[in-house]
């Protein structure tokens, strides 16, 4: 069973910048998708940045030109640069995984790995 441990989080202020990290527990061979998503209190979970194994990149609309989502293709480590972060950022922030080809950043389903994740918070 692969884990997924993720880092990084935080408080900070708005305008802020984070970065996110996550690692497997263990060697893992290459997953076919890679994402970051969120959840705030009385939300659902929400896709935020995914990359596929080929090096497309999907962001939700509300991140673009402000994230940055890359991996260590040797370990498959996973990393979101957040800058000028708004409070409607905070949110616990999860690391995810997937061996399927339905894996995309609106299909949650279709990922099997998770990390417990990492909190972040923005004040205004």
């Known amino acids: 069973q692969v884990q997924l441990v993720e880092s990084g989080g935080g408080s900070v202020q708005a305008g802020g910048s984070l970065r996110l990290s996550c690692a497997p527990s263990r060697s893992i061979t290459r997953p076919y998708c890679m994402g970051w998503f969120r959840q705030a209190p009385g939300k659902e979970r929400e896709g935020v940045a995914s990359?596929?194994?080929?090096?497309?990149?999907e962001y939700a609309d509300s991140v673009k030109g402000r994230f940055t989502i890359s991996t260590d293709n040797a370990n498959f480590t996973l990393a979101l640069e957040m800058n000028n972060l708004e409070p409607e950022d905070t949110a616990m922030y999860y690391c995810a995984a997937s061996y399927r080809a339905t894996a995309t950043l609106r299909t949650i389903g279709a990922f099997d790995y998770w990390g417990q994740g990492t909190q972040v918070t923005v004040s205004s």
């Open positions: 990359i596929h194994y080929g090096g497309t990149t």
